[in-house]
């Protein structure tokens, strides 16, 4: 299958759809449902950017648009709904792509609401869950109510967050992974934000930072 993305229509439970973009190269080693942000759609900038350096790595990926999305609002779904859409996603890159390794997860509310949803019923054939930028808390108000669920999750999870993230208090999201065990693993950028940017006197690039992430996605996601 060719590396440039394929256009999808996912199908819901409800009877509505939303697009999806299947990139998956030959041979891939594994595939990662990749749920957007609250903000931004399937097609941000950040989300084409991540599953084409996943391709790169041979690590096949299935982005998707949530329904509010798809309708133009900027009111996120609720979380039903959300899970909803992850599960259909989920089932359409089983489909796509038989017998190759399931990964969820996403950046930001996508990230959060992969951790809801296998928490509250297994998704089916997953094998992990990748947080790129889990939001524990909203910005200023740090807490980890936000993480009380992550606990049913009976599955690793790999948690990438920057050491700016104002969603993601460095010391509270410590204290987290290390709550959940051998099944959380936590890679800290240096430098990063919430949208992993880094300021020029760091040293280092945004495109070096997506590598960074990059590189520990597909390190992670083969080895499981």
Not at 80 to 99: F, K, S, Y
Not at 199 to 205: A, I, N, Q
Request: hydrophobic fraction near 45%; include cysteine.
């Amino acid at each position: 299958m060719s590396t440039r993305p394929i256009s999808l229509t996912i199908p819901l439970p409800s009877g509505a759809s939303v697009s999806g973009r299947l990139q998956a190269p030959a041979g891939a080693r594994a595939c990662y449902v990749f749920a957007h942000g609250a903000g931004a759609g399937m097609d941000h900038a950040f989300m084409v950017q991540i599953s084409e350096g996943l391709a790169e790595r041979g690590i096949a990926s299935l982005r998707f648009n949530f329904p509010y999305m798809e309708q133009g609002s900027k009111r996120p779904d609720s979380p039903a709904v959300a899970h909803a859409a992850i599960r259909a996603a989920v089932a359409e890159a089983a489909r796509h792509l038989p017998g190759v390794p399931l990964f969820a997860g996403g950046k930001s509310y996508g990230g959060r609401m992969s951790t809801q949803a296998q928490a509250a019923e297994p998704l089916p054939g997953v094998k992990g869950i990748v947080l790129v930028g889990f939001p524990l808390h909203p910005a200023g108000k740090p807490s980890t109510e936000r993480a009380a669920h992550l606990a049913d999750v009976k599955l690793p999870m790999l948690f990438l967050q920057g050491t700016r993230d104002a969603l993601a208090d460095l010391d509270l999201v410590t204290q987290t992974t290390a709550g959940l065990g051998k099944k959380a693993t936590l890679h800290i950028v240096e430098g990063a934000d919430h949208v992993f940017h880094v300021l020029v006197r760091s040293g280092r690039t945004d495109a070096q930072v997506r590598d960074e992430l990059l590189d520990t996605m597909a390190a992670w996601m083969t080895r499981r």
